[in-house]
Each structure stands twice: as structure tokens, then as C-alpha cells.
């Protein structure tokens, strides 16, 4: 009976032991298990071997238009677009024929950031339906709240009698410098644009 009871502690200490090893395995981390392996289908092989197309290029200049062909911008002051030099950037027209205020605004290639340009104006050709065509010197905007200021403006305006009542036109700007780059005259037509 003594060899019975010297038993029990050890017994004991051996439950213990078994207990914290099944808790402390239960605490590791599940080892990863490789996947099951099938046979390659032959549509799998095919993309495996194709190299996967390169992301399109969507720096702040602009991009390729070409590739981009479904790819719309949107008017940020609720104009028309001009895509200038194969989307190097963009200028947004926007004419309140009520006053025949025009304005102009210098966007990057995706028409969403102001640009600001070196210009003190920009020269437009207005081609009124059926009408005399007449040019305009559309003069650099200074803008305090931005610190634009004339020859360093994305903001270009110009009010004339001629542009009242004005719905549909086609137009010519430029030539002008944009980034560094030179543009020869961009043709549009308002309100659709050149896209």
C-alpha cells in the first residue's frame, strides 16, 4: 500500500506535464501543408507561357491615348475638354453665354490637377456657326488664394460681346507651351470638344 501511494505523485506530476504539452501544442502555429497537386489544363499552360500585359502608364504628364481608348476624363469646372499633344494635358473651356465670359483652365493628362503656365494669354480662333470668325487674347488670371499669378497661372479668362448668346462654335488654341513642350494649335469643337 506505501508503493501504491508513492505512485501518485509522480502520477500526478506526469498528468500535469501531459496536460501543459497538449495545451502548449495547441498554441503553435498550424503548419503549412502544401497544396494537392493536379495536372496542368492546357489554357493554364498557354497564360503560364504568355508574358501578362504591363500596367498602363499613368504619370501626371499624360498617357497614351491609344491604349486608353474607353478611358473618359471629366470636366472638373464642368466644361469641355481639349486634349492637347496626344494627352500631354488638357484645357478645360467653359463659356457663360448669358455674360460672354469664357474661361480657360490648364489640366494635367488626366484633367484632375491644375497646370500652370508660363503664357500671358492664350490666342483662341472663335468659329461661330454661320457666323464671322473672330480671334481672342484670353489673358492670364492671377488667383491669391492659389499664389497664381500672371506668367505663372493655370487660369485664363476673357469677356466679350461676341461670346453672348454663343451655344455651339468651333474654335482653335495655340500655338502655346505646355511642360516645356511646344503645341501648334489644338482644333475643337464646342461644347463637344476634341476627343
Known sequence: MSHHLSLRPWIATLTLALGIGLHLGACKPAQEVPPATEPARPEAKAMAASPAPAPADHDDIGHDHEEEHDHHHTAPHGGTLLVLGGHLGHIEVVLDPSSGRLTLYSLDGHAESPVRMKEPNLVLTVIPEGGTPFELQVAAQEN????????????????????????????????????????????????????
Open 144 to 195: 491669391a488664394l492659389t499664389g497664381e499669378t500672371s506668367g505663372d497661372t493655370s487660369q485664363f479668362s476673357v469677356t466679350d460681346e461676341r461670346l453672348k448668346n454663343l451655344q455651339r462654335f468651333q474654335g482653335r488654341i495655340g500655338p502655346l507651351s505646355f511642360r516645356g513642350t511646344s503645341i501648334n494649335e489644338t482644333e475643337f469643337n464646342f461644347p463637344d470638344g476634341n476627343e
